[in-house]
């Protein structure tokens, strides 16, 4: 199957995510079609794993399973492209930084390529590959276990690795933000992992668009007080607002189109 998917499809994940469950009935209001070509978008998305199909309607994921990586890797693409490239002109030539795991810093680490001289330590091996190709990177790779389905590399090994290290920039993802200023994800490894380069970076930068707000995941990371910068693609509910104000978490948003 093709997994590239049209921006009423990326709508209705996002919805639901943020809803938990939505009728058929309601979505084909919502979007003004039809309710059977809301049935084959929703066939088009449990096939990708992004969603699961109820009688009479669909519900969000597992809090414990995060969606399948090949469909996370289509999702937000385009706000992706401008949140990345927002990350990446914050990041000075001859910079020192940390990468972690996730689609959207897999797009920031493509977004750095233009850049001289910098120091990266990640655990992200799709990163590492990527960033190898600029002779003027010095680029360490952490040991640990490698997870087949998207390459990335946690265990206590790897938080070693991590905690030998103090650099300029953290470079985080995130799978769900509660409106609160709670940040949470799937993976408790790949979380401690995430914890480390909190504490050994001068400033962290979030990349999370739009659609992680409001999304379920089991394992708490953190908080905004936790974040320098929130980059995203579109201004957050308004409770979230002043959360970020007493975290004194700056918030950038990506507009415009990405280089």
């Keep these: 199957m093709d997994p590239r998917l049209n921006r009423r499809q990326e709508e209705l994940v996002a919805i639901v995510q943020r809803e938990g469950f939505a009728a058929v009935d309601e979505l084909a209001a919502h979007f003004d079609v039809a309710p059977q070509t809301i049935r084959r978008d929703l066939n088009v998305l449990a096939d990708c794993g992004l ?14 399973e995060n969606v399948a990586y090949a469909a996370r890797q289509v999702l937000q693409q385009v706000e992706k492209q401008r949140i990345a490239a ?48 600029n002779p003027t990177f ?7 276990v490698v997870r087949g389905r998207d390459h990335g590399v946690t265990g206590e090994a790897t938080i070693e690795l991590v905690r030998q ?5 953290g470079i985080i993802g995130i799978s769900g933000i509660e409106l609160d200023g709670t940040l949470l994800d799937f993976d408790f490894h790949e979380v401690r992992v995430a914890q480390a380069i909190i504490e050994h970076s001068r400033q962290v930068f979030l990349g999370a668009d739009h659609s992680k707000i409001g999304r379920n995941a089991m394992v708490r990371l953190g908080d905004f007080s936790h974040v320098d910068a929130w980059f995203t693609d579109r201004q957050p509910p308004d409770a979230l607002l002043p959360v970020l104000e007493a975290a004194g978490t700056q918030l950038h948003i990506a507009g415009g189109d990405p280089e």
């Design 51 to 64: 969603l699961r199909r109820y009688h009479g309607g669909v519900g969000a994921p597992s809090s414990v």
């Design 86 to 133: 927002s990350i990446a002109s914050q990041i000075p030539d001859g910079a020192s930084l940390f990468i972690n795991l996730g689609t959207t810093n897999e797009v920031v680490g493509r977004a750095l390529l233009e850049h001289r001289g910098l120091r990266v330590i990640t655990n992200n091996l799709n990163i590492a590959i990527l960033l190898s190709d």
């Design 138 to 144: 010095e680029v360490i790779v952490a040991g640990g």
């Design 165 to 169: 290290f103090k650099v300029d920039y």
